[in-house]
């Protein structure tokens, strides 16, 4: 029985302590709370100034400042970067005070957070670029080239493509490179073939 009268003396000191503080808080001036609030904003600490724009809407629901501090949650969540936040607190706005003074930044205010939101839902897209393809004359030409051929077919073949350098598929540095290369051919067969003998008979 002594344990039950203790606890229940205990909950009745812990909830009058409570009620007590919330007293302190109410006697509190509405343009405190909002001062205060400003001086958090300014600073950069948005959640404590967010708690005393809120507290001021709580404990005066009737003051002119209710207006201004709903405004200045949503402002303090835009800067957070807490976009969906910051949407339901201008529109709360607008819905409780549709003569307030700042109607015009609070459609602003929604505006960008709508705009946000929808970059943070559909980021760009990354597409690679496409890449050119590849001429497939130019490759076999590639192949045909590095692949070693009987001379006879390495002239008949030079010759061809002498006759097709001089159209504009193929332009001037390619009909050089392949007059060059026929030359040099004709040389390196010569040479292989060695010193003409005679027959002295």
């Not at 205060?36 to 404590?48: L, V």
């Not at 709580?58 to 949503?74: D, Q």
């Not at 607190?89 to 459609?107: C, H």
């Not at 929604?110 to 393809?133: D, N, V």
Request: charged residues 25%; aromatic residues 10%; proline residues 6%.
């Amino acid at each position: 029985m002594r344990k039950w009268v203790g606890a229940l003396i205990l909950i009745t000191f812990i909830l009058s302590g409570s009620s007590y503080s919330q007293g302190q808080q109410k006697t509190q001036d509405s343009g405190e709370l909002y001062d205060a609030g400003m001086a958090f904003f300014h600073k950069a600490r948005y959640e404590e100034a967010i708690d005393r724009f809120s507290k001021l809407i709580l404990f005066f629901p009737t003051s002119k400042l209710n207006s201004y501090s709903r405004f200045m949650i949503g402002q303090c969540y835009l800067k957070m970067r807490k976009y969906e936040e910051a949407l339901q607190q201008f529109e709360l706005y607008l819905k409780s005070f549709p003569d307030g003074d700042r109607i015009n930044e609070a459609v602003k205010g929604i505006e960008f957070s709508k705009e946000k939101l929808k970059e943070k839902a559909s980021p760009p897209p990354r597409t690679p670029q496409p890449s050119a393809p590849e001429d497939p004359k130019k490759k076999r030409d590639e192949v045909n080239l590095s692949t070693p051929k009987p001379s006879s077919l390495v002239q008949a073949e030079s010759s061809t493509r002498l006759v097709q350098a001089g159209s504009d598929e193929f332009g001037a540095n390619q009909y050089w490179f392949l007059l060059l290369q026929q030359s040099l051919n004709i040389d390196q067969r010569r040479c292989n073939r060695g010193p003409q003998q005679t027959d002295g008979r």
